[in-house]
């Protein structure tokens, strides 16, 4: 519907040019066979040949925007509106309107140029002390669906694997990380490569993006934000024997199989000395979202001075899954709706609802017909006890099950909770109603669809010929943060961007989605907040639609060879490069700038972190007041995060300290001190602040001090330097 609306806009268009060539002084050059290409703005770009009589105040006033002039020859942005305009305008001569066959193809560059990422990566050419690639630092990513030889996952030049962790909590197979009793650990590097979780290309989009070096593709096209940083990956055990993968799985084996992961990636990192930075692009809507979850309290006992954790803030943005009401000795009914349940015969509903700290609230099913009729109905369960109940009706030749469970208050925030979920045989005959009532709870709700498949739910107070619009509730996307990777206080969440609209696929194809996005913006699916105790969320918005990154070779679906734009081969193996959309792809964004900004400052905390990112935004009018429950503080700045990194960091960044001159730094194998003092104290440590005693420290006759660094490996260290009663700590880097 999308492509077929934008092909006749540019008919017409095309149409246009075609009628103005015939009837103006003005010259066209005009690729007949291909329809003028537009922006995500509705603007043509065009060179223009000009003379002495052309005046910018003229193109100005219909709206064209000169970009850059070279000569007589101007580059510029033409509205729609303003292409049958140009036979009024005096002193253009020729006029060569970009085609779609000459058209920019898509670019992954897109997405580094948005978020500045590219001028980090290129520092040494933008005023930064050197070039940033997440070097010493380590992206964790917890997730699903790792290609682990993947091109991407090597260092550019190929010569280097990257990955050097590898557990997979759903394989048992193996041998199990030390402290736990599941899963496959793997740590050789060569056993790492050989290995393939067949459960999607999900995890390997998000590091793609996050950390991918973009090896094979043409100038590392599709490299991701921190190519430079070492990857430790966790397969997430998010199912058992008896419980899929779904909205009630993620809530009992996903949760503490995630807060495993971070514990595992943590403490290899500390032993490693380096910083850390974890990506989930994972989430659910099970728990209070309000920061007091068992999940997202645990969060904040994890991070520390090298510890990040960030978050897919969610993808409900454009759907009425939040239920809210504030009651008032009152009852009131809203319908339960599985989202996909016009592909199913019948229908299950999840749903969890959290009244307010110290008030109960009561809540029934009614299951109805299409003509309204009652066909089941439950008793009002309360939760003023704690309570597990199951109702099976057989009712009308067919069979009901609604199962409640109630706590009467939740010890981390003296809340009361009631979980329903309803199923029933015919979704084309049968209708879920739920009714609340209560004294003076204010209650939230969220539905997430099926209970044991990965769909979506929503709340809505008229379905096909049912219409209770005038008396019950319909559902809003507010409060749509997701819990794990939106709610916690400890974990920076990511709402997604459109940094394009229109990319051409591997079979020249263009596909656009203008109807849909106009970059940069939100992207409507993106959640909101805010939290239910008052925080915004996301905290910050970065791109995450339309991305090309890596995905598996092993797990392509039909619809993904259209979102295909590359394929490239690797040891004898065809690899490819696809176009995912969600906060998935707009969390791993920060994820790779993390990486960056710990590579400036290693010793960066959780709040330290969230404070650069959330004063360094770029802000737009378009975005509204910030911060705001929809943008966050606004869309990520990847190069003014550093600086403010470089700034607010107490490391001396350049190579001269107090009295003291050393070089070089970067470190290679020696290191020179200059103007120290013999009765200094001078020392080496790593990130964790431990003693170096392999060091060498040499003092020549001409008072310089030589340091042997020959026995370090490549990364992050501190150079300490004390005396007078003062101690200066510099920070050093071996490459």
Known sequence: MHIFVFMLRYFYLLLSFCFLQLNAQTIYNIDKSSPILTNGSGEVSALILVDETCKDSTLLSYGISINSKAGMVWSVSIPEKSLLCFNNIPGIRYVEAACRSNAVRF????????????????????????????KGVIVGIVDIGF????????????????????????????????????????????????????????????????????????????????????????????????????????????????????????EYAESQGKPAVINLSWGMHTGPHDGTSLFDLATESLVGKGKIL?????????????????????????????????????ESVYSDFWGSSGRDFKLKIRIIDTNAL?????????????????FNFFADTSGFQIKFKTIHR????NKPNLTVTVKHPKQRKYVIVAYLCSDSSEVHGWNSGAEKDWTSGSFRNKLNKLDFSNSFIAGDANYTAGENGGTSKAVISVGALAARSAYTNQYGKLMNDSNYVIPPSIVRFSSLGPTVDGRIKPNIAAPGYNVPSSVNNRQIAPWMEERTLLKTVFQNDTQYWTAFSGTSMAAPHVTGIVALMLEVNPMLDHNDVRNILETTTIKTSAMGNLPNNTYG???????????????????????????????????????????????????????????????????????????????????????????????????????
């Not at 009152?330 to 592909?343: A, L």
């Open 633 to 735: 503080y606004g869309q990520v700045d990847a190069y003014s995060a550093v600086i403010k990194t470089l700034q607010s960091s107490q490391l001396n960044t350049l190579n001269t300290g107090e009295g003291i001159r050393y070089y070089p730094n970067p470190i290679e194998n020696y290191l020179t001190i200059e103007n120290a003092d013999e009765a200094s104290v001078i020392s080496i440590t790593d990130v964790q602040g431990r003693l170096l005693t392999t060091v060498q420290y040499i003092w020549n006759s001409d008072g310089t001090l030589i340091i042997d660094c020959t026995s370090l490996e490549n990364g992050i260290y501190f150079l300490n330097y004390s005396f007078g009663g003062e101690i200066f700590t510099y920070k050093l880097i071996k490459n």
């Open 107 to 134: 670019k992954n560059d897109t997405e580094r140029q948005l978020t500045q990422v590219n001028k980090v990566q290129n520092g040494l050419q933008n005023s930064l002390p050197r070039n940033y690639s997440g």
């Open 147 to 266: 290609q682990c030889n993947h091109p991407t996952f090597y260092t550019a030049d190929s010569v280097k694997y990257r990955v050097s962790r590898y557990w997979n909590q759903a394989n048992n197979s193996g041998t199990a990380p030390n402290g736990f009793n599941y899963g496959s650990e793997y740590t050789d590097t060569s056993i790492i490569k050989t290995l393939n979780d067949m459960d999607g290309s999900h995890g390997t989009h998000v590091t793609g993006i996050a950390a991918g070096s973009g090896l094979t593709t043409p100038n590392q096209q599709y490299k991701g934000v921190a190519p430079g940083a070492e990857l430790v990956f966790v397969s997430i055990k998010y199912s058992n024997d008896t419980l899929a993968g779904s909205a009630l799985g993620d809530y009992i084996v996903a949760n503490p199989s995630i807060i495993d992961a971070y514990n595992y990636i943590f």
């Open 374 to 390: 009652t066909i089941v109905e439950t008793p009002f369960i309360s939760t003023d006890i704690d309570t597990s109940l199951n």
């Open 410 to 413: 939740f010890p981390t925030n």
């Open 310 to 346: 960030i978050g897919a803030n969610g993808n409900e943005g454009d759907n009425p899954m939040h239920f809210f009401h504030k009651f008032n000795r009152d009852t009131v009914g809203t319908i339960m709706i599985e989202n996909n349940r016009q592909f199913r015969t019948g």
